[in-house]
């Protein structure tokens, strides 16, 4: 299928069938997510892979009981780093430096901007830039397991402070933003799963200037 296609056969699942994804779908979705393009490619975010079915209902029961967790064959859970740091930054580039075969100082003025930029703005901030770039990661996971004829269901109704708590993701300096289950859909059990696909038409969503 091509992209579009993709998008079009793809909805918000509600009920999943328990099915497990092969391997080498989930891979594929995990690597999308991985290459998606981040700003000065920081990447400040991690993505939790979570199949252990006791885990799953524990997040179940924070998620509003939303039975498509405990369904699903895999969840993943976007996590944005809740500051980004100096440290960071020369992480990033110091692994950029040495995979293009660049000298070690050659991006050190750009780095320098970098850190400028972010210790001027609080902490909040930081954070909330962080979960702005964890965002496009998240579009490109939906995408892609719509590719991979994978069915995932974008959550944001959670209670993050409690699901931060069970998978102690404060003390890894990581805040929860969104969930995504993957799996296949129930259609005899998934009231959504044979109804039109509703969007804006286009004339309400594009304003173009020419």
């Known amino acids: 299928m091509s992209l579009l296609e993709s998008l079009n056969w793809r ?16 891979e594929a979705i995990l690597e999308a997510a991985r290459l998606a393009p981040t700003s000065s490619g920081l990447q400040p975010f991690k993505i939790l892979v979570i199949s252990n079915p006791e885990m ?6 924070i998620a509003h009981n939303q039975q ?3 369904e699903a064959s ?36 750009y780095a320098n901007r970098l850190k400028t930029v972010f210790a001027s703005r609080s902490l909040q901030e930081r954070f909330e830039s962080a979960a702005r770039q964890a965002y496009i990661a998240f579009g490109i996971a939906i995408a892609a397991a719509a590719e991979q004829k994978v069915d ?16 102690g993701l404060r003390e890894k300096g990581l805040r929860s933003l969104t969930l995504l289950p993957l799996g296949y859909r129930d259609t005899e059990k998934d009231w959504l799963a044979n109804m039109k696909k509703v969007r804006k038409p286009k004339d309400q969503i594009f304003i173009e200037y020419n």
């Open 11 to 26: 909805y918000a699942t509600k009920r999943m069938n328990g099915k497990k994804i092969p391997q080498e779908k989930l």
């Open 68 to 70: 498509q967790i405990s």
């Open 152 to 167: 995932a269901t974008p959550m944001e109704g959670f209670n993050a402070e409690q699901l931060d708590q069970l998978l």
């Open 56 to 61: 799953l209902k524990k997040i179940q029961v």
């Open 74 to 109: 895999h969840l993943l859970v976007f996590a944005a780093y809740d500051n980004i740091t100096e440290k960071n930054i020369e992480e990033v580039f110091f692994q950029v430096t040495r995979e293009r075969g660049l000298a070690e100082d050659s991006l050190d003025e």
